[in-house]
């Protein structure tokens, strides 16, 4: 199988949706799913194939050069990639990695995108890590490959493990059950930096209209400062009529305690969410602002899902937002990349006063709960909720228990149900590593059919015993951006909302939805 | 000729103290690198049951972390002697791999005792008390090692040439590898059958004896041929372990402690921030167009501008 990797120029394996194993009722009829959108003629035969999708976009070489030239940098970025200069920032662990391998497969067993596409064995996630480990060995360090394995690098072998280093959520989870330590989602992070900071070479929807639109313009939504103002004195609006109470978030107040950073797609998709959090932090009496700085009002860091430099300009933005408005603290909002960014990976990137603590907004709304800032009627949310864990908050983090706290007390504990597994076992929603803004060819489909399905089985078996129509609707509880896109993707692909019942939001909306002053009703149920 | 095996027995002793040492000095003298912990961490305390974090308090930073080894240590004990990961989450492998790493723990454990044994001075015939207690531990750990690494060996070389997903990532390598303990470990035991237990390992003792008191005096070991035999193909295995990816045992220490469970925050003004800062100074020469790096722009001057498109910020 490593040597068909670097022959032929067509896919090397489709999904085939008999393989896949059923979905729980009212979904478990395989036959009945929506099929599988297959790739045009016309993108097959311009873009480089690996497998039924294509998120990357890589034109076929025309030229012999064109060809020399993908493996040249490939492998110039590669060497960038082990040194000590280019690469401080993960060569330890990428070394580890890198040389550790027990080739056992245990980490298989672990990831929902091998698992649900039928077991396919080119998304094993060691597949991947071994075409670069062995492309290492061979090409960069001469070594033999009677003791390394074989590969033959050419322009397809790049160009595929380039689109393959896309089909990983780096969610980390066989990470989390390899008996040696071994990380084939940081392998994937860094084959996806190699096509990024040497090649040029990225998707678009996170680069020219992710990452690189955010530095200029301020948001990967496309707002710039006057928009996302204007767009969330909209929402104070709009939060103040629903809920009976006066909400104004305050902008660029200087000497403020806390800065709240939202994913501003929350501003253009999910307004009740920055909607609630402004309700229940003015609500709490909490000194806090937001600011109309470039990129501070929009929490997102596509950098961490491909590029350290994109990284780390933003979360110097963030930083430097903070720093010029004296607060105490950075808050993050519902966004589980924006929490692991600033919070975690910018952690070692930042120095002096740059170094201001950075704090989850999860940890702020159960300090505001377990404080009683804010009464709550748990009777408000009487229908079945649970509760799903973003991986970068999770797994990534530790942030387990605050989330639970708040749910104890704004939901009846009969209500609540939990996904199996659940906390830092949890299954990413399938949105992860960028793939919920990705949607180009048939991409979107992939996700649904692939990546998503396993967090799909797991709501439906979450609400397994209820009445799965949309008379009796149900909860997916989800505090996170990306996350809930993916849901609501999912969710819309497969009817689940008119079919099952089954609708998504965040957390502050369900703590909105239960507050007693505010007026009931702040979750309309109605599908947008 | 009869000295051979003691001086393999002393060179492969030699030959792998200085990889190990090589190899731990080359991870310990890795660049400091981005925090990328994976939950659960173990030495996070109570919090640590359902993996949590000292992210859940609130202010976290004018807080005392809670930092439990005893917490790692209840993790660490168990993954060593029992491979828990391996077990829970790939149950046929483990039955193959937990006995042949058991039986090398096994191995070294009988090789330890026969140190012990002989510095106390005592005679193998005529051992008694705690003496006594070594040589027959020295015989069942050794015995029980060789017979649980030989089965596990094999299990593992097995399973490999014919479970599809393990045969297809195999490299002639891996598959030797196995093949050789299979053989190392099979002579030793041909070795207790021709001489029976007792004086195969009573000889063994006596070598191993020379090897722990050369400091204090000279080599004078002779054993029965078998044995030599035994004893210079463990120590070429010894010697050649580590220069292959079976030094994991070293990579696996680094892999928990420097990355998966290495969640120290970097506080304003302490150490860390020194040594970030000196990363932070280092060229770079990335060439995609958003970086430009030309090996003189360092860190951070690519981080706070942007080719052509930003300027200096
Ligand atoms: S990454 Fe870990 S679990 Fe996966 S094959 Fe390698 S050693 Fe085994
Ligand atoms: S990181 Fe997640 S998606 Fe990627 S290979 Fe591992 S388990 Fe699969």
Known sequence: MFADFSRGDDCLFEINQKDQQPLPPPFDDIDEEPLFRRLTEEAKKKYVLLDDTIAVNIPKPETQEEEAQLVNSFLSGLRRLVSREDNWTFLEPLMISLEHCAKCQTCSEGCHIYEESGRHPYYRPSYRSEILRRIYFKYLKNSSTWVHGDIELNWKTVARLIELSYRCNLCRRCAQSCPIGVDNALLAREIRKVASQEMGIVPKELHDSGSMLQLKVGSSTGMNAIVARDNVEFIDEDTTDRTGIAVETPWDKEGADILLIHNAGEIMAWPENPGGFALLFSAAGLSWTMSSDLAAYDGINYGVWYDDFQFARTALLHLEAARKLKVKKIVIGECGHAHKALSVIADKVVTGDLNIPRESGINVLRDIVREGRVKFDKSRNDFPVTLHDPCNLVRLMGIVSPQREIIEAIVPKERFREMEPHGVENYCCGGGSGFAIMSGHNFAHWRHHVSGRRKLRQVLEAFQGEVMDMEHPKYVCAPCSNCKGQLRDIIAYYDAWERAGIYYGGLVELMVNAMVDAQPGYIDWEWH | ?313
């Open chain 2, 1 to 313: 000729m009869e000295t051979v095996p003691f001086w393999f027995a002393c060179a492969g002793l030699l030959a792998f103290l200085v990889s190990v040492t090589l190899r731990t000095m080359m991870w310990l003298r890795m660049p400091i690198h981005v925090r990328w912990e994976l939950y659960p961490v173990a030495h996070e305390g109570k919090r640590a049951s359902y993996g949590g974090s000292y992210l859940e308090e609130s202010e976290w930073w004018k807080k005392p972390r809670e930092f439990s080894i005893w917490g790692e240590i209840r993790v660490m004990v168990p993954e060593i002697l029992f491979l828990v990961a391996l077990r829970e989450h790939n149950r046929k492998l483990w039955y193959r791999s937990f006995p042949f790493h058991f039986g090398l723990y096994l191995i070294t454990a009988g090789t330890v005792l026969m140190g012990g044994f002989a510095l106390m001075g005592s005679q193998w015939e005529s051992a008694e008390g705690f003496a006594g207690v070594l040589r027959m531990g020295i015989i069942v750990f050794g015995l029980a090692g060789l017979v649980l690494g030989l089965l596990g060996a094999a299990g593992l070389l097995h399973r490999r040439m014919t479970a599809p997903e393990l045969k297809d990532f195999s490299a002639p390598a891996d598959l030797f590898n196995l093949a050789v303990f299979v053989a190392v470990f099979s002579v030793a035991l041909s070795g207790i059958v021709l001489l029976g237990v007792v004086e195969f390992f009573a000889s063994l003792t006596g070598l191993i004896g020379q090897i722990v008191k050369l400091p204090f005096g000279h080599a004078e070991a002779q054993v029965p041929g078998i044995v030599g035999l035994s004893v210079v193909l463990m120590s070429l295995l010894l010697a050649y372990i580590p220069l292959t990816h079976m030094s994991h045992f070293i990579g696996k220490y680094f892999a928990y402690h420097s990355v998966r469970w290495n969640d120290a925050p970097n506080l304003k003004g302490s150490k860390q921030e020194k040594v970030i800062q000196e990363a932070l100074g280092q060229p770079v020469s990335w060439s995609a167009s958003h970086i430009a790096g030309d090996g003189k722009k360092n860190w951070v001057d690519v981080a706070t501008t942007m080719p052509g498109e930003i300027k200096d910020r």
